[in-house]
């Protein structure tokens, strides 16, 4: 389960990674955030993101809505 949705679709490093620190900075510890991205940089840089700041990376996945791939999707526990 999910406590907020960050769609970051189109954007490219590092703008991603500077949404997701904003959202989870407005979070509670504990809470989940479920990030959306198209940026296939984004998953070296989550992995790398959730090391140096101690967040929980849950999950990474892609999905294809309408068929079509490319879409990133992450899951990410604020300390």
């Known amino acids: 389960m999910n406590d907020l949705e960050l769609d970051v679709r189109g954007l490219k490093c590092p703008l991603p990674i500077l949404r ?3 959202a989870l900075a407005d979070m ?8 959306v991205a198209t940026d296939p940089g984004t ?3 989550f992995a790398a993101f ?3 700041t101690g967040h929980e ?3 990474t996945g892609e999905q294809s809505p309408d068929g079509v791939a ?6 990410i526990r604020r300390k």
């Open 43 to 45: 998953v070296k840089d």
């Open 70 to 75: 490319g879409e990133f999707v992450f899951l």
């Open 57 to 59: 990376l849950l999950s």
């Open 20 to 22: 997701t620190k904003k």
């Open 50 to 52: 959730a090391r140096q």
């Open 28 to 35: 509670t510890t504990g809470m989940v955030l479920r990030v």
